[in-house]
């Protein structure tokens, strides 16, 4: 089956920076887009930021300008590098995919969207 592993989480001060990276396994063949989002405690979980298979980024408002996200397509592995961050930032970070394509046996299968396909996140916890 097809799983998301997040790791690259930790505590920094205000202005530090921290980079996540986000493995999907399983018999993946194909990712249109993978998305970072985060959660924080009593709030609902957001969209951070995305990226398709040709490179074309969308980011959080409250992001822009200070996080970036990257891809590597053929080890389907998403990054996240956050810079200045700050305490609003502290949440479980996670990620996902759009237009995941697997196989299963002989048939070639796409994840639902959305799904429920979450990795255990990684905490980020920004504070002085």
């Known amino acids: 089956q097809v799983q998301f592993v997040e790791s690259g989480g930790g505590s920094v001060q205000p202005g530090g920076s921290l980079r996540l990276s986000c493995a999907a396994s399983g018999s993946i063949f194909s990712i249109y887009a993978m998305g970072w989002y985060r959660q924080a405690p009593g709030k609902e979980r957001e969209l951070v930021a995305d990226?398709?298979?040709?490179?074309?980024?969308n980011y959080a408002d409250s992001v822009k300008g200070r996080f970036t996200i990257s891809r590597d397509n053929a080890k389907n592995t998403v990054y996240l590098q956050m810079n200045s961050l700050k305490p609003e930032d502290t949440a479980v970070y996670y990620c996902?995919?759009?237009?995941?394509?697997?196989?299963?046996?002989?048939?070639?299968?796409?994840?639902?969207?959305?799904?429920?396909?979450w990795g255990q996140g990684t905490q980020v916890t920004v504070s002085s």
């Open positions: 996902n995919g759009e237009g995941v394509q697997y196989w299963s046996g002989s048939y070639a299968y796409t994840l639902p969207q959305p799904n429920d396909y």
């Open positions: 990226i398709t298979s040709g490179g074309t980024t």
